[in-house]
């Protein structure tokens, strides 16, 4: 009945179920290979959390779906967020968790995952492989253990390990001087140890082309790298670019593969 359904800009239960079932709608979908890609936009987490949904969010929920369509569990199908706009990619570490809990994330195996899923991906999307540079967890990447041993002890070790399998990568860098436009022109993928270590530098540098790339999928999936506006839905001022530009990519990327 009308009085069940969602009000525009109003965080509900049954919103939040109905955004998880498209989800997992397009998701099986796609696993089945009946669609090519799939393009989600954004999520409220408090609705998800409202209905019931164990999942704080796109990335966790796809690959739960993903893991139990290959009979294997979540933790043997890791996944990461790669962040995208025209002039900068990044890859996550750890995605919708606390600070305290991102930095607890940043260990030599996790730091280690994260830069092989990067490299097949790239060279699965791409055809060849990245140049990927790596963030310091710390300020200065920690200056020589000054400012903190977690560079020295855990981030360090995990890139000199991927260099002896011959794969493309530097760090830890200091992630204050490593966005600017001629340092952005060495590598074609950032390695970020956090959420906003990772999306602060792209949203300055185009707020509204960011696109969101799940890596590590048995799918192409892609999203705007915003979030609900909540404050304008249903005003027709919403701004749609960077949905579109996650259509681009998605057909994109599903052209290539």
């Avoid at 069940?4 to 290979?33: E, F, H, M």
């Avoid at 794969?167 to 959420?195: E, N, S, V, W």
């Avoid at 404050?231 to 001022?237: E, K, P, Q």
Wanted: charged letters at 15%; glycine letters at 8%.
């Amino acid at each position: 009945t009308t009085d069940q359904l969602p009000v525009w800009g109003q965080i509900s239960a049954t919103a939040g179920k109905l955004a998880a079932d498209c989800v997992v709608w397009a998701a099986n979908a796609a696993l089945r290979g009946e669609v090519s890609a799939v393009v989600t936009a954004p999520l409220h987490k408090e609705a998800l959390f409202a209905a019931g949904v164990p999942f704080p969010g796109h990335t966790e929920m796809l690959q739960a779906l993903a893991a139990a369509h290959q009979g294997v569990s979540v933790a043997d199908w890791p996944v990461r967020m790669m962040l995208r706009s025209p002039g900068l990619s990044t890859v996550l570490v750890s995605i919708h968790v606390s600070l305290r809990q991102a930095i607890e994330a940043v260990t030599t195996a996790n730091v280690l995952q994260t830069l092989r899923i990067t490299h097949a991906a790239w060279l699965q999307l791409h055809g060849r492989a990245p140049r990927m540079v790596v963030a310091g967890l710390n300020p200065h990447a920690g200056e020589d253990g000054t400012l903190g041993m977690e560079d020295v002890e855990i981030v360090a070790p995990a890139v000199e390990i991927l260099r002896r399998e011959g794969i493309a990568a530097r760090g830890p860098l200091p992630a204050d001087t490593m966005f600017h436009a001629a340092a952005r022109k060495t590598y074609d993928c950032a390695l970020c140890m956090y959420h906003d270590q990772a999306l602060i530098p792209l949203k300055t540098l185009d707020m509204h082309h960011g696109v969101n790339t799940t890596l590590g999928l048995p799918v192409i999936r892609t999203s705007p790298d915003h979030g609900t506006a909540f404050n304008i839905a249903g005003t027709g001022r919403a701004d749609a670019t960077s949905l579109i530009a996650a259509i681009d990519l998605a057909a994109e990327l599903a052209a290539r593969r």
